[in-house]
């Protein structure tokens, strides 16, 4: 048992978690950590990984962090060469930075549908073409690409954002498929409703003291009845970042409490 158990510890592995001061990319960073990865970040701006730098601090961990626009293909390759000359070379790469713009289609111009195309699908082209080269050589590598319910499912207002989730869930394919021959795999994590700043807009407390729509419509579309929490991403991220996962390559996980399976609950 204990051969078995071991299989999900990242005792000796570096992994890069993109855009994880805070949020979904925190709470997989600061797990990872826990089964004894060295933890390395990024972030758009010098006081978000500031602020990263202390949050992980706070919980014992002595994550490294650099400024990096991950939608920048030259500062990409600087940072994974910082990366590989001063800490080594990275097994795990987790692709979570995102932004979501909430615009009906008709309403949202052209630059900014471009805007969310490039941090949620091209993003993830650009730091996983960086750090392939380097798995291959070492001859293992995990990317865990992180998708979305609208990997699957649209909705009003989030065309761009679909689309590139979307996106992300074939790129994560198509890699498994090119680089699963190096002992690379690449899967995704899709995660349903969980509670972090960018959900926040949906699920603010009205004027009138109730609770948003949305946020009673994802309850009633979650089996569970509630949000899901970023904490509750860990154990499934743990697991495909470790070499438990070496047999699964090119597949989704679904982390939405079964939201997927659900049709939603009767109203009244
Ligand atoms: P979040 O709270 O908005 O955090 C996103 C992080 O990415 C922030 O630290 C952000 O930094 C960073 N970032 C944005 N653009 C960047 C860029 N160009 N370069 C580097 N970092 C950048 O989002 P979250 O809820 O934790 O979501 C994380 C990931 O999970 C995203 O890919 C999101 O699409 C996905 N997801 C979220 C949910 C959910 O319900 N929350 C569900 C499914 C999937 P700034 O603060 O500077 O923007
Ligand atoms: C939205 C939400 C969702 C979540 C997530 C669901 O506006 O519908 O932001 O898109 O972020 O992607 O899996």
Redesign the pocket.
């Known amino acids: 048992m204990a051969g078995f158990v071991n299989n999900f510890s990242l005792e000796g592995k570096i992994a890069l978690v993109t855009g994880a001061s805070y949020g979904i990319g925190f709470a997989i960073a600061s797990a990872y950590a826990e089964a004894g990865a060295t933890i390395v970040f990024n972030d758009i701006r010098q006081e978000l990984v500031d602020k990263g730098l202390a949050a992980y601090a706070e919980k014992g961990i002595a994550a490294h962090g650099y400024v990096c626009d991950v939608t920048d293909e030259n500062a990409v390759q600087e940072m994974v060469a910082d990366i590989e000359k001063n800490i080594g070379v990275i097994d795990i790469l987790v692709n979570n930075a995102g932004i979501?713009k909430?615009i009906p289609m008709t309403e949202m111009t052209a630059e900014e549908f471009r805007q969310v195309i490039d941090v949620d699908l091209n993003a993830p082209f650009i730091v996983s073409k960086a750090v392939i080269p380097s798995m291959i050589k070492k001859g293992h590598g995990k990317i865990i690409n992180i998708c979305?319910?609208?990997s699957e499912l649209g909705?009003e207002t989030?065309s761009a954002?679909a689309a590139a989730?979307g996106g992300l869930k074939m790129l994560t394919r198509n890699i498994c498929s090119e680089y699963g021959q190096y002992n690379i795999q690449c899967n995704g994590i899709?995660?349903?409703?969980i509670e972090t700043p960018?959900?926040a807009p949906?699920r603010e407390i009205q004027p009138d003291g109730s609770r948003h729509p949305f946020d009673q419509f994802i309850c009633a579309k979650t089996p569970a009845n509630r949000w899901l929490k970023p904490e509750e991403l860990a154990g499934p991220a743990v697991f495909l970042a470790s070499d438990a996962s070496d047999a699964v390559n090119g597949h989704i996980l679904y982390v939405d409490g079964g939201i997927l399976a659900y049709i939603g609950k009767q109203p009244g």
């Not at 899709?190 to 409703?193: A, L, M, N, Q």
């Open positions: 979501i909430r979305s319910m609208m909705r989030v954002y989730k899709g995660p349903g409703y960018q959900t949906l």
